[in-house]
């Protein structure tokens, strides 16, 4: 009778034990998989109207970053840290809870980039300016490749006064190969001395490229 209540706590803690060996997995070699999963973690949490679904953001846009780090050593800080606050904006939550998650199984380029730039602009709409332009810089990070993402963040620094921070996002930008066009244009637009942008300017672009529109 010992020895099999014995096995009755032996067998829950090798679940565990492989469980977390899978979840390590994922996070290393298939972060896209895992953040989908912490994703449907995240709209069931908000549709409780759980400020926790801050949390399994904060998680899933990290796992995706710290995989980037591997790739883009010269743009993301290795020690850089998501820290999305948690907050009691119903706006915020009642987004969350509404996300279409469909098009993010589709292709692997979705991820959170879109989630965080869409709450980037519902925070600004909401006076809560102080944090886009760290939440405009996360969703850059999670996917340093699309233009849209320091484009968007320069112009927040040009809109804000800040040309010189402006510059050096752009500049940043245009070593790597794919936004290196969009970036060196922006940088030109800024240099011409163009009026800045509204916020979100190229919402309805990155609306088409995400395939919601």
Not at 37 to 60: D, H, M, Q, R, W
Not at 93 to 106: A, D, F, G, M, R
Not at 186 to 201: C, H, M, Q, R, V
């Amino acid at each position: 009778m010992k020895i099999k209540i014995k096995y009755l706590f032996i067998l829950p803690a090798i679940l565990i034990i492989l469980a977390f060996s899978e979840l390590l997995y994922a996070k290393n070699s298939n972060p896209e998989y895992l953040s989908r999963v912490l994703l449907i973690l995240c709209k069931e949490s908000a549709k409780k109207n759980s400020t926790f679904s801050f949390k399994l953001l904060s998680l899933g846009s990290q796992v995706i970053i710290d995989f980037n780090k591997k790739n883009y050593p010269q743009l993301i800080p290795k020690n850089y840290s998501v820290k999305i606050k948690n907050t009691n904006n119903s706006e915020i939550i009642k987004y969350l809870s509404q996300i279409k998650t469909e098009p993010y199984y589709e292709s692997i380029s979705n991820n959170f980039s879109l989630i965080l730039y869409d709450i980037a602009i519902i925070k600004s709409k909401n006076n809560r300016e102080e944090l886009t332009p760290k939440l405009l810089e996360i969703s850059y990070f999670l996917k340093p490749t699309l233009s849209y993402w320091p484009v968007e963040l320069a112009n927040y620094y040009y809109l804000k006064g800040n040309r010189e921070k402006a510059i050096e996002v752009l500049d940043n930008c245009i070593k790597l190969k794919e936004p290196k066009a969009h970036c060196e244009y922006f940088i030109k637009y800024i240099s011409d001395n163009n009026e800045p942008l509204n916020l979100g300017f190229l919402t309805k672009e990155v609306k088409k490229f995400y395939k919601l529109e």
